[in-house]
């Protein structure tokens, strides 16, 4: 504890009083230093909770509780643990301050106390103690700043998806609607909390970039788009964005959000995994954006990421957006129903959906009942190409 003139607290424990007083003179010639002290270790905690000491000193033969265990109370304590521990013996076996390193003690003054070592022990102590509170003052400082900017962020993400809304008709519900599959996709993939953030802030504004072209090229209809305008508004999304230094990782996002599996997209022709995990669900995001079918209509959504998948679409991300549409997008289709893992195959149950593999490869058709073959030839398949998805069987 520092007190208004910023003196730390120092507390003597020894239960020779003579010894107590002479470490006690040697400090007070030490002006910036408040000293208590005590020869009963039991009061010296009671003492160590209503002062809070950044320093002790304690002896090490005391009766009734020693200084290891004086020290170790001390450091088992929430509070209390983040001062300094100077422990006074007359031992000198590597043992004993073994021990006392294990208790807990940050420095060891031999007896007879000699007056310079015990002033540089303490000044050291004390300036340890300065550059922790130094180093915590800085680190809570850095939280909120951190907290500010985090807010700064989400103000700018706001801002800019009023601007989009503003300027594109329906945008903001296609936005929501994007940000759920995201955060579904990221909660089913375990996606780390920094990349699911980035992919977040994409999908809320994947159509940015149709803010900075003509307003004829500002509608939801792709089909409508000639090719060098379907590049031109992930390259325009990319560019406004890039502007922004911590948005330039959702404007690469944007950049290939129309590329396709297959190599035949826009603007960089990139394919497969060449393409950003964010960017291949953007895709597919916007391939469901632009089937002009009804939110409710998952059959023949399904259908349609069936036909596009391993061409336009990732064959993993249609098998898990096509869970997503099942069971986030129409609950009542899971009643009847539950989702195992490959572990929980047993045979006699009874495929409820499609089960393919994260490639897209089919392996069992809807209303297979499970056998031990068909079991063994699951496995076999998921341990070279796993299933990712969930398997659904009737209950």
Known sequence: MMNSKNKHTILIVD??????????????????????????????????EMYSPTIIISDYYMPGMNGFQFCKKIKEHPILREGMFILLTSATSVEEKVQGLESGADEFISKP???????????ACARIIQLQQ???AKKEKLAEMNIILEESYKGMLDLLAVLLGLHVPNAAQRAEKASLVVQWFSEKLSLEKEESQIIQSAAVLHEIGKISILADMAVADESTFENKERAHYPLAGQILLSRIPRLKEVGLLLRHQLENFDGTGFPDRLMGNEIPFGSRLLRAINFV???????????????????????????????????????AGQTDWIVGKRSITVSDLTPGLKLASDLSTGSGTKLLPKET???????????????????????????
């Open 289 to 327: 954006e632009h089937l002009e079918l009804d939110a409710t209509e998952h059959v023949k959504i399904i259908e349609a990421l069936h036909k596009a998948r391993g061409i336009m679409l990732d064959p993993m991300i249609v098998q898990l957006f096509e869970e997503f549409l099942l069971v």
């Open 113 to 123: 106390v000699h007056f310079n070592e015990l002033i540089a022990r303490v000044n």
């Open 369 to 395: 009942v499970m056998t031990e073959f068909h079991i063994n030839r699951i496995i076999s398949h998921h341990q070279i190409d796993p299933i990712l998805g969930s398997i659904f069987v009737y209950e």
């Open 134 to 136: 130094d180093l915590k």
């Open 15 to 48: 239960d020779d009083e003579a010894q107590v007083n002479l470490v006690d003179q040697i400090l007070q010639q030490e002006s910036k230093y408040n000293i208590i002290s005590t020869t009963k270790p039991e009061e010296a905690l009671r003492m160590a």
